[in-house]
């Protein structure tokens, strides 16, 4: 199991930036599917960036592709999202996710019904 700790939200104007993290506890040892997820107001849970532990390949929304980093840190205790060019259309809470261990398929990568694991999400408001 693990637990998942999201800091970092706030609120911003377009243009700006922001960096996400969350801090991995419980078993970092195995490799998994970890992630980004965000909800905007009104709207269902959308899939933003995520990345396999065991190769670092990355997976990213066409809508944030060239704007969003996603990266691991601190020997896979802290994933990071680094967030720029920031648009009001990034709103919403922002939640790291974890699958459970294993390669999987990675047309997965993005799909939130096959992450088990949640953090309790971190606010982002972009203001025009």
């Known amino acids: 199991q693990v637990q998942l700790v999201e800091s970092g939200g706030g609120s911003v104007q377009a243009g700006g930036s922001l960096r996400l993290s969350c801090v991995i506890r419980?078993?970092?040892?195995?490799?998994?599917?970890i992630g980004w997820f965000r909800q905007p107001p009104g709207k269902e849970r959308e899939g933003v960036a995520s990345i396999y532990t065991g190769t670092g390949r990355t997976f990213y929304a066409d809508p944030v592709k060239g704007r969003f980093t996603i990266s691991q840190d601190n020997g896979k205790n802290t994933l990071s999202l680094q967030m720029a060019s920031l648009k009001p259309d990034d709103t919403g809470m922002y939640y790291c996710?974890?699958?459970?261990?294993?390669?999987?398929?990675?047309?997965?990568?993005?799909?939130?019904?096959?992450?088990?694991?949640w953090g309790e999400g971190t606010q982002v408001t972009v203001s025009s």
């Open positions: 419980g078993d970092t040892y195995n490799d998994r599917y």
């Open positions: 996710a974890a699958r459970e261990p294993g390669p999987g398929y990675s047309g997965y990568a993005l799909v939130s019904d096959k992450y088990t694991y």
